[in-house]
């Protein structure tokens, strides 16, 4: 019985420092800008305030916003791949 306990505090112990691990912030990601990255991004775009919305999303989630004011969405995968619930693209 003592061995079982103990084996299950251990196991809980590893568990605990697995998911602080997890919390911490990854360390070769530098913070990025969002809202002057999308500033750039919209500064084109027909309908700004949609456009800020979805690309301050997608920034936020991807950490990344392809340069320029369209295209270029090879510079960043998750932002070029992220769908609606409506299986269009979300990012602009």
């Known amino acids: ?3 079982s306990n ?3 505090a251990f196991l809980l112990f590893l568990v605990l420092i697995e998911m602080n691990v997890i919390e911490q912030p990854m360390q070769g990601v530098q913070a ?4 002057a990255k999308c500033d750039v ?3 084109k775009n027909w309908k ?3 456009c800020h919305r979805a690309c301050g999303t997608c920034c936020e ?7 320029g004011t369209s295209g ?3 510079e ?3 932002y070029a791949n992220m769908k609606t619930h409506g299986n269009r693209y979300k990012c602009p």
């Open 41 to 43: 991004r919209c500064s």
């Open 32 to 35: 990025i800008d969002c809202k």
């Open 6 to 8: 103990l084996l299950f």
């Open 48 to 50: 700004p305030k949609m």
């Open 61 to 67: 989630r991807c950490k990344c916003v392809p340069s």
């Open 1 to 3: 019985m003592a061995k």
């Open 72 to 74: 270029n969405k090879e």
């Open 76 to 78: 960043c995968p998750c």
